[in-house]
């Protein structure tokens, strides 16, 4: 709006209500820059709620399935021996570790855990090319109200289980798969919104910074789920829920999705099928990339407060509340990974060398963490520091900067409302690997952690390599000088007033 100076803000009806208030008290147009930081919030706050209510399950699982294996912590440690299944005396978690909840508590208890995220993560994978696909042709402010609304719905009546007294499996695997496939319309949407108004020009730095909310949104998450636990696990469900139907109706009346809603045109061609968007040099091998990427970090998602309080960290066992807050430190090592992704990429203009270099060294920190996160609560927090900077690092870049790059490369022809279907095809290959490693991790750690962690690594070295191509492409273009870099360029940062 800024950048064409034209007033009468009261005649706009596309407009969100909350801006023509705001015009109508201030009696002038809000600038593009205004706009732009006001986008930056909006979106922020909202995908960190999205992640808040994705976060929860993996806390309440040791309230559902308390049995807790033991450890010999006598015996000298060995990668071998790492997650013995001998029992240990009274080191049991208190009130948290009792009885549990049917019919999570039994012996199939924790695979049925791990069906329930297998659920969740397929129908949300499944609805991130459906929403991708809606999310270009509707209006994205409805279309996240509605996806928010939804998701703390059935994320609240997860919880409602608790005081209806509900111990149907079912119940819960329904209430789940609709819930995943109300979170499928916040990831595609916001990063449309935020490409609408962003160019390329810094784009990682502040895709990075913005990234942050995945990881925020994990912590808050965790520290709201555990500290309400006391008062019963469907609490831990029920108040995030309120919450992100909240933040819908927040964004409803201020979400502004695009300069043209605004009054400032930027271009309108349509994308004319994802089979085009597939076609974009660069889109299918960070597609596969993130596939793996995610496998590794949603496994850390659901499952890093389970394995917390089912393992010794010098010889005690912490309870579900010690386990969720502890938990929290890979997402902080993940706040800074992203921010340090997107930082580098813009400086080296590099975006498959930085997530290749960083799922790389992923490997190592993740046998650290395996090998010696038991010794002390400092190295515990340490190496989980660093294992979440790794991971999610390149997780954070390729589905923020990376997606926005290639949704606007120069075959689209400049149009921006084809950035959600080609964010959705990336993130929804990524989303097949996040629920795959959660259903697998279900299964394999009731035998031993340690394949579930060598199931990470594997899985980080095959998104790194998946990235080769590209990243000799990358190092070609540095030592051949600027102008023949392979990953598509977008358009050129738009106008400010």
Request: net charge neutral; with cysteine; glycine share 12%.
């Amino acid at each position: 709006m800024g950048s064409t100076g034209e007033p009468g803000p009261e005649i706009n009806d596309s407009k969100p209500p909350g801006i023509r208030f705001v015009e109508y008290i201030k009696g002038s147009a809000i600038s593009y820059k205004t706009y732009q930081a006001l986008v930056l919030i909006v979106t922020f706050f909202a995908y960190l709620a999205y992640h808040t209510t994705r976060k929860t399950t993996s806390i309440v699982k040791s309230a559902l399935d308390p049995e807790t294996p033991g450890t010999d912590t006598n015996a000298p440690f060995s990668w071998r021996r790492a997650y013995s299944h001998q029992p240990f005396g009274n080191t049991k978690n208190s009130w948290a570790l009792g009885a549990g909840w049917p019919p999570f508590n039994g012996p199939d208890g924790t695979e049925m855990l791990g069906e329930l995220d297998v659920a969740f993560l397929f129908v949300y994978a499944a609805g991130m090319y459906f929403s991708g696909h809606v999310g270009d042709r509707v209006d994205l402010r409805v279309f996240l109200l509605i996806g928010m609304v939804g998701t703390g719905l059935f994320t609240a009546l997860f919880g409602v289980g608790y005081w209806t007294n509900i111990h149907i499996f079912s119940y819960y695997l329904v209430v789940q798969m609709l819930a995943g496939l109300f979170q499928s319309t916040g990831w595609p949407s916001v990063v449309a919104v935020v490409g609408n108004w962003f160019g390329k020009k810094k784009r990682g730095l502040i895709m990075g910074v913005w990234n942050s909310h995945t990881s925020l949104g994990n912590i808050i998450g965790s520290v709201a789920a555990s500290i309400l636990l006391k008062y019963g696990w469907g609490w831990s469900m029920v108040a995030p829920g309120l919450g992100i139907a909240f933040v819908g109706m927040v964004l409803f009346f201020l979400l502004p999705v695009s300069p043209e809603s605004v009054g400032a045109v930027v271009g309108d061609d349509e994308l004319s099928s994802s089979k085009k968007a597939w076609s974009i040099p660069g889109v299918a091998p960070f597609a596969l990339c993130l596939f793996f990427a995610k496998l590794v970090a949603y496994t850390f998602l659901y499952w890093l407060p389970f394995y917390i309080s089912h393992t010794a960290i010098e010889g005690r066992y912490l309870t579900d509340e010690e386990s969720g807050n502890l938990s929290t430190m890979f997402d902080v090592g993940g706040v800074v990974g992203g921010i340090l992704a997107g930082h580098i990429s813009d400086r080296l203009d590099a975006r498959a060398i930085t997530a290749a270099s960083f799922m790389y060294c992923a490997i190592p920190a993740l046998f650290l963490y395996r090998s010696y996160g038991h010794i002390s609560m400092t190295v515990n927090i340490t190496l989980m520091l660093v294992t979440g900077m790794f991971v999610n690092g390149p997780y954070a870049l390729i589905t923020t900067a990376v997606s926005a790059d290639l949704g606007t490369h120069s075959s689209l022809k400049g149009n921006s409302r084809a950035l959600a279907t080609v964010t959705a095809i990336i993130d929804g290959t990524g989303s097949i690997g996040a629920a795959i490693g959660p259903l697998l991790t279900g299964y394999i750690s009731a035998k031993s952690w340690n394949g579930v962690f060598t199931m990470l690594m594997v899985s980080a070295l095959i998104s790194g390599l998946l990235l080769t191509r590209l990243l000799v492409a990358e190092v070609a273009a540095k030592i051949q000088g600027p102008g023949t870099q392979e990953l598509p360029r977008s358009r050129p940062p738009l106008p400010e007033a």
